[in-house]
């Protein structure tokens, strides 16, 4: 079961929107909607921010949304902050056999 | 606030048993869905199973043939155990809390727990 792909990096300047994607297939991103997206500092434990596709958990600001179109699913973070800078990993459900599949993750870089 | 803590060694030999703790607080372990996950030094994620309060377990084929885990629901903790561990083992363990809306993601983690696999 590979991992689902993401672009190792993206990077945008403040205030600017940065989208990261997220590839899978039928069996996993295009076959359920259950695509949720972590944030990670260095050193950190991941962070919630996007669940179910495009769901926000509270506290987390609306800067951040998801989306999904056939088997990729999309990360925009609009108002681009120095805090944003982080490792980003989306998350899918991939059914009864190999369950759960992490992405590659991607770096952000706020310039 | 629910708050999940890894507690384990931190250093484990090759060919030996990795055993990890999450002890929750903050709430019950009843009534939710519970995962581990780890990290490999400079890597991503990667998913390595679940379970139920009740005991039902899932894992991900990658690790199936060498990991239990378990619940105490006595104890509000749930548990971690990888056998025939190698340096491929390495790294940050997490556990984490699914989500109750439709149980398929993660809200609540730990803050992970460092393990090297050394002789």
């Known amino acids: 079961q590979s991992a689902l792909t993401q672009p190792p990096s993206v990077s945008g300047s403040p205030g600017q929107s940065v989208t990261v994607s997220c590839t899978g297939t039928?069996?996993?991103?295009?076959?359920?909607?259950?695509v949720s997206w972590y944030q990670q500092h260095p050193g950190k434990a991941p962070k919630l921010l996007i669940y179910?596709?495009?769901e926000r958990p509270s506290g987390v600001p609306d800067r951040f949304s998801g989306s999904k179109s056939g088997n990729t699913a999309s990360l925009t973070i609009s108002g681009l902050q120095a805090g944003d800078e982080a490792d980003y990993y989306c998350?899918?459900?991939?059914?009864?056999?190999?369950?759960?599949?992490f992405g590659t993750g991607t770096k952000v870089t706020v310039l | 606030q629910v708050q999940l803590q890894e507690s384990g060694p931190g250093l484990v030999r090759p060919s030996e048993t990795l055993s990890l703790n999450c002890i929750v607080s903050?709430?019950?372990?009843?009534?939710?869905?519970w995962s581990w996950s780890r990290q490999p030094p400079g890597r991503g994620l990667e998913w390595i199973g679940w379970i139920h309060y009740s005991g039902t377990t899932r894992y991900s084929p990658s690790f199936e043939s060498r990991v239990t885990i378990s619940a105490d629901t006595s104890k509000n903790q749930f548990s971690l155990k990888v056998n025939s561990v190698t340096a491929a083992d390495a790294g940050v363990y997490f556990c984490a809390r699914y989500g109750l809306e439709s149980q398929k993601f993660l809200d609540y983690w730990g803050r992970g727990a460092l393990v090297t696999v050394s002789s």
């Open positions: 903050g709430g019950s372990i009843n009534g939710y869905y």
């Open positions: 179910d596709v495009s």
């Open positions: 039928s069996s996993d991103v295009g076959g359920y909607d259950y």
């Open positions: 998350y899918s459900y991939a059914g009864a056999y190999i369950h759960y599949v």
